[in-house]
């Protein structure tokens, strides 16, 4: 009788909680519910990933010219949950008309967002989501898959705009987002592009951090299949992946080469702690810092040891604490 009375209130809470996302489905609070990308190409799924975290709402790739049967099915039981704004990224060359039109006739409604390249169509998605601009801009290659995915990433995690740049000159779209956008800092992440994007962008009046700007990846040559092979070609992007964002993270830590550091490239708690530590003059006890940030003492010991892997402060004990220094001088933009 007990394990009944038990098992009903917790059915209850259950079964609240699976209405809830539901009902707010119907809400205003994300003005897309799905993002469709198309699957023979990952870089429009790369694009995405920002806005999917910013939304936080999935990303489906389905074929660019048709939806199969089975996929018209998924997509009628998502729409019956009450998930109906359908986000469809990139021209109808890379998803065709009679897509949209199966997905209107399912009763959703799509709004597509494209331009006329995958450059263009990351600007476009840019600035429509960034309208008044931001302080930060990812730059990445639209060819070197890996970066694109290193830079993705790096955009989810700081909430900045991504936007992919050809592989030979800076591209007229990338211009389009720095007048738009109006970036205080550009970030470049990896390779695939231009050796003078940097002096480039900063002939346009713009502050510049490039990270692992000396990433080259060989490829090795494999004979030509008459059929694709997209598992293949999925596991070499996460292999990629797994070889790139290492790399860019330890660039990040270890290998800060100037001397002058822009305070973007930071996380936020790390931010807190530098400010912190530049109102003391640049020098402070490290056990002032809890109180100074309202950080406990074991996070303080684990943003300073990670603030000493980027080479930006350095510790000396003194009795029984330390003394924290700032080896580098640090860019604040308000």
Request: charge should be neutral; proline fraction near 5%; aromatic fraction near 6%.
């Amino acid at each position: 009788m007990d394990k009944r009375a038990l098992a009903l209130p917790l059915i209850l809470l259950i079964a609240s909680s699976l209405t809830i996302p539901f009902a707010s489905a119907q809400d205003n609070t994300s003005p897309y519910d799905l993002i469709l990308v198309r699957d023979d190409n990952m870089i429009d799924y790369i694009v995405a990933l920002p806005y999917s975290h910013m939304f936080g709402i999935p990303i489906l790739p389905v074929n660019p010219q048709e939806l199969d049967p089975g996929t018209l099915a998924q997509l009628e039981s998502y729409a019956k949950l009450g998930w109906t704004k359908i986000l469809i990224i990139g021209n109808s060359q890379a998803i065709s008309d009679k897509v949209q039109d199966q997905l209107l006739e399912l009763g959703f409604s799509v709004e597509r967002i494209g331009g006329k390249d995958r450059t263009e169509t990351s600007v476009k998605l840019a600035e429509r989501f960034f309208p008044n601009g931001d302080q930060v801009l990812v730059v990445a290659s639209s060819s070197d898959y890996g970066s694109a995915l290193a830079a993705a990433r790096w955009a989810m995690v700081q909430h900045h705009p991504l936007v992919l740049n050809q592989n030979n000159t800076l591209s007229n779209s990338t211009r389009e987002a720095l007048q738009r956008l109006q970036p205080s800092l550009v970030v470049i992440i990896g390779a695939g592009l231009p050796d003078d994007l940097e002096s480039q962008i900063r002939a346009l009046g713009y502050q510049t951090y490039w990270i692992k700007k000396d990433l080259t990846i060989t490829v090795p040559t494999t004979p030509v299949q008459k059929e694709t092979n997209w598992t293949l070609i999925i596991l070499a992007v996460i292999l990629s992946v797994a070889i790139v964002v290492p790399v860019t993270v330890y660039y990040a830590k270890k290998k800060w080469s100037a001397n002058k550091v822009p305070i973007e490239v930071l996380t936020e708690k790390e931010r807190i702690v530098v400010k912190a530590i530049l109102e003391k003059g640049g020098t402070v006890k490290q056990e002032e810092l809890p109180e100074l940030t309202g950080y406990s003492r074991p996070t303080i010991s684990r943003i300073i040891q990670e603030l000493e892997k980027k080479q930006l402060v350095t510790r000396e004990k003194v009795g029984k604490t330390f003394i924290v220094k700032l080896a580098k001088e640090i860019i604040l933009r308000e």
